[in-house]
């Protein structure tokens, strides 16, 4: 299996322009979960889906912050307009129901960069 | 509210020797599982090892092990024979289990170091 797809890998954009990130999870898995890293705030989680249904997005850090998940097989994180504070690296991860270790699995994450 | 606590930002380690990185957790859920990952400074996200509330036994997983006390609330990593290659981010993390699939909440991270 080709693991969890992100792309683009890095990201460097201006301030006010918009950013889309884009996530393949691995395929049969029926949850997907967008997670934020930086310095000051650690991991934390933006939203989650389960069978491509939004479950929680209250960690989305407003309005500028978009997620879809139009198939089982892509989802997007969207930024517009992006700020400089939104610079962090943005990781998708999926996992499935069946199985019993519950682990979640990693893409390769985004590093976002706006100036 | 689940919460994960890593009171240990960095740590070194001799090579060939064990270590053992502290968690602790405070949740009010019956059942949860706890997770440690990797990242190492390419970025990615690597698991290791999971342990659920259930579980009798201490999680084992080749050179890591989980050190699980229940009512300590704590979740420790113990990682034997230290190799260079263990140099890394390491995260603690829970979640609730019995409700489907549910997010991740981690700790801020604990820094290894192996020496050589």
């Known amino acids: 299996d080709a693991g969890v797809i992100q792309s683009p890998r890095h990201e460097v954009t201006e301030m006010g322009q918009e950013v889309t990130l884009r996530c393949k999870p691995i395929?049969?898995?029926?949850?997907l979960f967008w997670y934020r890293q930086t310095m000051m705030r650690g991991l934390e989680l933006l939203i989650y889906?389960?069978?491509?249904?939004?479950?929680?997005d209250s960690g989305m850090p407003e309005d500028r912050f978009s997620a879809k998940m139009p198939n089982a097989s892509f989802s997007t994180l969207k930024i517009q307009p992006s700020e400089p504070r939104d610079s962090a690296v943005y990781f998708c991860?999926?996992?499935?129901?069946?199985?019993?270790?519950?682990?979640?699995?990693f893409g390769p994450g985004t590093r976002l960069t706006v100036t | 509210a689940q919460k994960i606590t890593q009171t240990q930002p960095g740590m070194f380690v001799q090579e060939k020797e064990a270590v053992t990185l502290d968690c602790t957790y405070d949740t009010s859920d019956p059942s949860y599982g706890l997770f440690w990952y990797k990242q190492p400074s390419s970025g990615e996200m690597i698991f290791l090892i999971y342990?659920?509330?259930?579980?009798?036994q201490n999680a084992t997983e080749g050179r890591y092990s989980l050190n699980f006390q229940k009512a300590r609330k704590s979740a420790n990593l113990v990682i034997s024979a230290s190799q260079l290659g263990d140099s890394a981010m390491y995260f603690c993390?829970?979640?609730?289990?019995?409700?489907?699939?549910?997010?991740?909440?981690f700790g801020k991270g604990t820094r290894l170091s192996v020496i050589a």
């Open positions: 889906f389960n069978n491509n249904v939004p479950i929680d």
């Open positions: 993390a829970m979640r609730e289990v019995y409700s489907g699939n549910t997010p991740l909440v």
């Open positions: 342990q659920g509330s259930y579980d009798q």
């Open positions: 395929s049969g898995h029926n949850s």
């Open positions: 991860a999926s996992t499935t129901t069946s199985g019993t270790t519950y682990e979640q699995y």
